[in-house]
């Protein structure tokens, strides 16, 4: 398939290729790490207020065991675990494609810690791939948060992602975020850049 240059948005957005990683609740960061801990930043991350910690956990599915999670911070209302696909196949759960925070029928997994360890009775997903775009931008772009588009991905393992969604927000920094196994199948890497299609 041939496109054109008008076939695009004016924007290249570069990419952010997600790890598996977890979100902690004030509670369950408690139990794993002891009362009252505090995370320690290890890096911080593209979009602003968001950071990787220093803190890894071990997560332990129905047929397999993920060592060495990271924590990412702030502290959040609910805890979240995200996976890519392989790491499902590893673990002996298959989770649900799903936006953060929407978790209602997700499995659940056991979650080991420094300190102790626990059942997150839900909450393993795996990430929709979606876009961050400051309100600014979108606006310019005639695009509105929770809307629904395709990337191209350029290269020798080009392809078309549908379902994209973009998020908007004031506090966000322009990026696509994948997870490990969809950044594999297309070649990217963190900063590659890709065009999204008109609407």
Do not use: W
């Amino acid at each position: 398939m041939t496109f054109r240059d008008e076939d695009f948005l004016p924007v290249e957005v570069p990419v952010g290729v997600s790890n598996r990683h977890i979100h902690l609740c004030r509670q369950d960061l408690d139990t794993l790490f002891g009362p009252g801990y505090e995370l320690t930043v290890y890096r911080q991350l593209s979009q602003p207020g968001e950071y990787a910690a220093r803190e890894t956990v071990t997560i332990v599915g129905p047929r397999g065991v993920l060592e060495g999670v990271r924590v990412l911070g702030p502290v959040r209302s609910y805890s979240q675990v995200e996976i890519a696909m392989t790491d499902g196949f590893r673990l002996g759960l298959k989770p649900p494609v799903r936006e953060s925070g929407d978790l209602e029928g997700t499995p659940g997994i056991a979650v080991v810690g420094p300190s102790g360890a626990l059942t997150l009775p839900r909450g393993v997903i795996l990430a929709a791939r979606h876009i961050h775009m400051e309100a600014e931008r979108a606006a310019s772009l005639n695009l509105h948060d929770d809307q629904r588009v395709q990337v191209l991905v350029p290269g020798m393992r080009g392809m078309i992602f549908n379902n994209v969604i973009v998020r908007v927000s004031p506090n966000f920094r322009l990026e696509l975020h994948l997870d490990t196994d969809e950044a594999n199948a297309a070649l990217l890497a963190n900063g590659d850049k890709v065009k999204i299609l008109r609407p």
